[in-house]
């Protein structure tokens, strides 16, 4: 069924970004119970299928799960930008609350800090895209099953009903959700008390079970030199300047130098997140990447 969410005034002021960690766990216990559906995610399916028996309790959570329509509340909208774990899951019953810790803790803690990478990535991408063209291109760029049409946000136009289900967000305001574990499909809240949600896969996923390194392409080693090209080979996530030179095996003046050099360029962005200065590669560096 297509879904038709109206945004207009005060709710489209509203739209933001945010993503849920109870959200990315639940999902990737899905993962588990359907890996075939979630085929970019098979080198982590090996990996958790070896840990996951140190979940107690775990059926309780995989019963909740096994229909189409996933239990609300363990899709929570976060209410800021990173929601604290133990804060979403407030309102969950506590048997189940238990599961989805113990889940987070044995299978996704590990990989936590990559994720948040890549999701942080996704979020400093589009809102460059907000900055420089607008709400719409955000929303036409999201992914293939949303398009932003008359004021509507609209999903799975393709699919055949009688009448779309329509949410009316005009006062509410949206989340935009980047996740991993809900590749490849977009998510949205279709009944939400409060701020909507629009979940998609965030840009990157791809590279996110890569084993990383400083590797430069030579033919674009010979453009822009191969320790900037190093730099933008390890710039798919998030990553600080001691981050950087620890990698390359090089001061942090010199990593300081060649990023503004490539800032200069448009092919990296820098931001402050609390006390660190992370950069990233702008969707301009990617298309030169590849």
């Known amino acids: 069924m297509a879904v038709r969410i109206r945004l207009a005034g005060v ?4 739209v933001r970004f945010a993503y849920s960690p109870v959200f990315e766990t639940v999902m990737a216990v899905d993962g588990l119970r359907v890996p075939g559906a979630h085929a970019v995610h098979l080198p982590w399916v090996a990996w958790a299928r070896e840990r996951v028996s140190a979940v107690h309790d775990l059926p309780v959570l995989l019963d909740l799960l096994a229909g189409p329509v996933k239990p609300a509340v363990l899709m929570p909208v976060p209410d800021v930008r990173m929601p604290d774990l133990e804060a979403e899951l407030a ?27 890549v999701l942080e990535a996704d979020v400093a991408a589009r809102a ?38 329509r949410v009316d967000l005009a006062e509410d305001g949206l989340v935009l959700s980047p996740s991993v574990f809900c ?15 629009v979940r998609y896969p965030a840009r990157g996923i791809g590279t996110l079970w890569e084993e990383r390194d400083a590797a430069a392409p030579d033919e674009l080693a010979a453009l822009i030199g191969r320790t900037r090209a190093a730099l933008l080979g390890l710039l798919v996530s998030p990553m600080s300047t001691t981050d950087l030179a620890s990698r390359l095996g090089v001061t942090a003046g010199a990593v300081s130098q060649h990023i503004g050099v490539l800032r200069a360029a448009r ?15 702008t969707a301009r560096a990617d298309a030169l990447m590849s």
């Not at 709710?11 to 509203?14: E, Q």
């Not at 420089?132 to 992914?143: I, K, Q, S, T």
């Open 128 to 165: 460059a895209v907000l900055a420089d063209r607008g709400v719409e291109a955000v929303f036409d760029e999201l992914h293939p099953e949303v398009s932003w049409v008359g004021g509507e946000l609209v999903l799975y136009a393709d699919r055949r009903a009688d009448q779309p289900h």
């Open 91 to 117: 309102g969950v019953p506590e048997r189940v609350a238990a599961v989805v810790r113990a889940c987070h803790e044995v299978l996704i803690a590990p990989h936590w800090r990559r994720i948040v990478s």
């Open 267 to 281: 092919l990296v962005t820098t931001r402050r997140d609390g006390r660190a200065v992370l950069h990233m590669r």
């Open 183 to 197: 590749w490849p499909r977009a998510w949205a809240a279709v009944d939400p008390v409060g701020p909507g949600v």
């Open 11 to 14: 709710g489209l002021a509203k």
